[in-house]
């Protein structure tokens, strides 16, 4: 006790030396240091927070991992043992199913075994029902075809005797269209030849009457013209006595005067007579063009009549022809049809003869020994039923369905067929529902025991939250009988806050 006392003391005594500014000064240091220490704690002691709070948080990631894992085996394992009572059930069921078509399998194998034996039996007697029906068949095959072969050669024949006598009457009127025609060219070039000789003679004529006129007229002015010579000869000597002067002026202006006059005249006489000669030649021709034009309209009308008859009979020949080649062509596709028809019904029969082979394979022993069931009628029924049909049908589609009262006992086995058609498509769909109820259990399964986003996203018996789940369990997660004990657990960051 004593030193600090001294110490205190001292530090007044100190403090009592000191002036005012001095303690001032000491005082404000003093201050500094304990504010620096005192964050120097604070910063120690919220690093010592922020350590153990780190070290806090890893453990509660550590122990909420411990937690989560343990929380997963406990309801793995629940879950695994309904799983296996479901497992266990389903397995019991699929040996149940298991057996019974171990039994039905066996049922099938022995009625396979009686159904083959059937089966040949039925089958040599359908051989020879289907050999007849094949015999059958193929005579009247050969009857249709020897009938078919006698018409087709006899249209032939028709047809070549009827083309024959065609082309030869064709032939025949062709020969008498071109002696007509010929006679025709024959008259015409005779009427020209008359016409030309008629014509040659006409000019002979005329030109040699126009030589005697010529003639007659240049002896009649070679006459007259000595006469006037003479006369001019003495009036010339008179003259020249008279005027010798003028003489050789006038001698040479008559001179040509006198040749202009003849030359005037002369050609005056000449256009006179080409003129009549002319006009005669037109009249002439004027009546031999009136003639010829009558001869030629004549003929052109007697050639239209003949041209209009050739194209008659030529149109009737080509009607003729077309009608024969329609009738040909028509029965060209005709018989190709008919051969093509007999064709796909042959290869129908085959087909049919095919497909009864498969299905005479799949046949039981019931069906091979009974291919036709029971009639189901009663006697009285029965005899109905035979009465009307006995009956002659009175409306068409009654007789067509009487032509084929014999396939009835097809028609007993195709019923039959698609009854059984019928019943497995209907045990089929049971079966595919089944399949899918399966389907949606493994499934439900699956999701079970896996863990991922797709399926937490749906209900999932592994989702837990507060203690409820989204699915419907057979039992609550809330049941004592699968509760656990619960332990209280307090986090380190609350004892951090609220005990440091």
């Known amino acids: 006790m004593a030193p ?21 000064l000491y005082m404000e240091q003093k ?15 919220n690093q010592f927070l922020k350590d ?3 070290k806090e948080e890893k453990n509660t990631r550590f122990n909420m991992y411990k937690i989560t894992h343990q929380w997963r085996n406990i309801m793995r394992a629940s879950k695994s043992k309904e799983l296996k009572r479901d497992i266990e059930i389903l397995s019991q069921t699929f040996e ?21 034996e059937q089966y040949s039996m039925a089958l040599r007697s359908h051989l020879q029902s289907m050999d007849a029906l094949i015999g059958l068949q193929r005579n009247r095959l050969s009857i249709l075809k020897s009938e078919y072969g006698e018409e087709l050669e006899i249209l032939k024949k028709e047809f070549d005797s009827e083309r024959g006598m065609i082309s030869n009457q064709h032939k025949q009127e062709m020969n008498d269209l071109q002696d007509i025609l010929f006679a025709m060219e024959e008259n015409a070039n005779e009427r020209e030849g008359e016409a030309r000789q008629e014509f040659q003679s006409l000019r002979d004529e005329i030109k040699n009457k126009n030589l005697e006129e010529k003639h007659a007229l240049r002896i009649q002015l070679e006459g007259q013209v000595e006469d006037l010579w ?8 008179n003259y020249n006595e008279t005027t010798e002067e003028r003489k050789a002026a006038f001698e040479t202006l008559k001179s040509k005067d006198e040749k202009s006059a003849k030359e005037i005249e002369m050609q005056m006489r000449k256009l006179q007579r080409i003129s009549d000669t002319i006009a005669q030649l037109k009249a002439k021709m004027s009546q031999n ?6 001869r030629n309209r004549d003929l052109r009308e007697q050639r239209e009549v003949i041209a209009e008859h050739f194209h008659d009979l030529k149109s009737q020949m080509n009607k003729f022809r077309e009608n024969e080649r329609g009738r040909l062509t028509k029965l060209t596709l005709h018989a190709s049809v008919s051969i093509k028809e007999l064709q796909r019904k042959v290869e129908l029969g085959e087909r049919i003869l095919k497909l009864s082979e498969q299905c005479r394979k799949l046949e039981t022993e019931e069906e091979k020994v009974l291919p036709f069931y029971a009639s189901s009628l009663t006697d009285e029924e029965q005899e109905d039923v035979s009465a009307a049909v006995a009956e002659p049908p009175s409306e068409p589609l009654a007789e067509i369905m009487h032509q084929y009262t014999s396939l009835e006992n097809f028609w ?8 059984d058609k019928v019943a497995l498509d209907k045990e089929k769909m049971t079966l595919l529902e089944e399949n899918q109820r399966l389907r949606t259990v493994l499934k ?11 399926i937490l996203s749906q209900g999932n018996p592994l989702f837990v939250v507060n203690q409820h789940t989204n699915v419907q369990l057979s039992v609550p997660v809330m049941d004592p009988r699968i509760q656990r004990p619960t332990q209280t657990v307090v986090e380190a960051a609350h004892i951090v806050k609220y005990t440091i």
């Open 412 to 419: 007993k086995r195709y019923n039959k067929v698609l009854l």
């Open 52 to 54: 153990k709070l780190v």
């Open 96 to 116: 149940r199913i298991v057996d019974r078509k171990d039994s039905v399998i066996k049922s099938l194998a022995k009625d396979l075994n009686e159904a083959e």
């Open 289 to 294: 063009a009136k003639e010829s034009e009558e």
């Open 31 to 45: 201050a500094l240091a304990e504010e620096e220490m005192r964050k120097k704690k604070e910063d120690m002691l």
């Open 4 to 24: 600090k006392k001294k110490k205190k003391s001292g530090k007044k005594g100190k403090l009592a030396k000191m002036t005012e500014e001095e303690r001032i």
């Open 230 to 237: 003479k006369q001019f000869q003495q009036a010339l000597k």
């Open 444 to 454: 439900q399964y699956l999701d079970g025991i896996s863990v991922n986003d797709e």
